[in-house]
Structures are given as structure tokens and as C-alpha cells.
């Protein structure tokens, strides 16, 4: 099972600064198949980014994720105040599917 | 445009049993991979499982946590996904949400509820 590792577990930015996202897989992720949702209270989970780079639908391009093989990263380049959320990390590439535990993004 | 409409959930008695529908449109559902996620109020994702496409026999695959309890199967005509959840207990009371992927793309529903309590 690849286990993923998330950090930090809650960074505290005010809107306008850059976040930057960890996400460290255990072993190499298949095809790079990794994604990243943005989690609000009592919501579903929102697709940010797929296959560690693809931009999903209707997200603003201040997001980006980068990497590949174990090493993941989600960067908000200035954020905005509906951007304050958890987010997570998945690996899709293989069986079992894993996801990381969060990342919490609050206002300071 | 892809949708997925998960539906089925409600309450349930520890030990009883609980059959979750994943209905898609907008895509033919048989030609790809889907996935059962859960979340427990005020935890984060769980993987439940695979359930191949077509190509691969539908062939299935379970998180260790569901494994003997829970079964899926497909439906083509309904172009539908299936969970059936037997002898369930307390710990699986979450929020289910079905996924597909296209070309290396998710796409999720917006979950179905279900609560497993006496």
C-alpha cells in the first residue's frame, strides 16, 4: 500500500500569500496518477488537480500542481478568502487507492 | 458533462444490511474504473475499493476494512455501479461517494449518507 504523507498538517497564510502543499508518497506513484481535492465543511470533495499537473475544470489557474514519483506539491500563488479549506492528496495509479490525511489551510 | 448520483443511504441497524446505487451519466460507465470512497463525520478519506471496467471483467478489489462484507457489481443497462453492504457496524457510518476516472481524470458524486446506529 503506498501511504501519503501530507504536510503541513495546518498552515496559517492571510489572503494574498502563497500557500505551498506537501504531499510524499511511500513509493512511486503509477503513471503519476496523483490528485489533489479542496474539502469545505459538509461538502463533497472538489477536484483541483489530476495526474499531479492537469488543471481540472473551472479551477482558476492560481492553482498549479507539480511533481512526480513520490514527490508532490499544490501551490495557491495568492489566495483568496473562499480558498481557506482542507486539502488532500490521492493516489489513484494503483490498488489500494490512498489518500493523505489533510492539510489545513486557515486564516492567520 | 460527466455526472455520477450516488443514492441509497439512510439508517441502519448494526448488523444489517444496505445496498448503495452510483448512476452515471454522461459517460459510459462500463468502459471505466470506479472507486466507492467513504468519509466518517469529522475524519478524512477512505478508500473503499475498485471495481474495474468492462475490458478487465469487472474484476474487483477491497480496502481490508470491507473485505467479506462488501460486494460491487455493475448494471450496464443502468449504466449504474453497485455497493452491497452486509453485517455493518457503527464504524461504518460515513458519507459514500462513488468515483470514475477518464483519461486519468476523477470525477466524483456528491454522496449518499449512511448512519449505522441502534
Known amino acids: 500500500e503506498i501511504v501519503l504523507t501530507q504536510s503541513p498538517g495546518t498552515l496559517s497564510l492571510s489572503p494574498g500569500e502563497r500557500a505551498t502543499l506537501s504531499c510524499r508518497a511511500s513509493q512511486s506513484v503509477s503513471n503519476n496518477y496523483l490528485a489533489w481535492y479542496q474539502q469545505k465543511a459538509g461538502q463533497a470533495p472538489r477536484l483541483l488537480m489530476y495526474a499531479a499537473s492537469g488543471r481540472a475544470p473551472g479551477i482558476p489557474d492560481r492553482f498549479s500542481g507539480s511533481g512526480s514519483g513520490t514527490d508532490f506539491t499544490l501551490t495557491i500563488t495568492s489566495l483568496e478568502p473562499e480558498d481557506f479549506a482542507v486539502y488532500y492528496c490521492q493516489q489513484y495509479g494503483s490498488s489500494p487507492g490512498t489518500f493523505g490525511q489533510g492539510t489545513k489551510v486557515e486564516i492567520k | 458533462e460527466v455526472q455520477l448520483v450516488e443514492s441509497g443511504g439512510g439508517l441502519v441497524q448494526p448488523g444489517g444490511s444496505l445496498r448503495l446505487s452510483c448512476a452515471a451519466s454522461?459517460?459510459?460507465?462500463?468502459?471505466?474504473?470506479m472507486d466507492w470512497v467513504r468519509q466518517a463525520p469529522g475524519k478524512g478519506l477512505e478508500w473503499v475499493g475498485r471495481?474495474?471496467?468492462?475490458?478487465?471483467?469487472?474484476?474487483?478489489e477491497y480496502a481490508a476494512s470491507v473485505r467479506d462484507r462488501f460486494t460491487f457489481s455493475r448494471d450496464d443497462s443502468k449504466n449504474s455501479l453497485y455497493l452491497q453492504m452486509n453485517n455493518l457496524k457503527s464504524e461504518d457510518t460515513a458519507v459514500y461517494f462513488c468515483?470514475?476516472?477518464?483519461?486519468?481524470?476523477?470525477?466524483w458524486g456528491q454522496g449518499t449518507l449512511v448512519t449505522v446506529s441502534s
Open positions: 468515483a470514475i476516472y477518464i483519461n486519468g481524470r476523477p470525477g
Open positions: 454522461g459517460v459510459t460507465a462500463s468502459a471505466h474504473f
Open positions: 471495481s474495474k471496467n468492462k475490458a478487465n471483467i469487472y474484476s474487483t
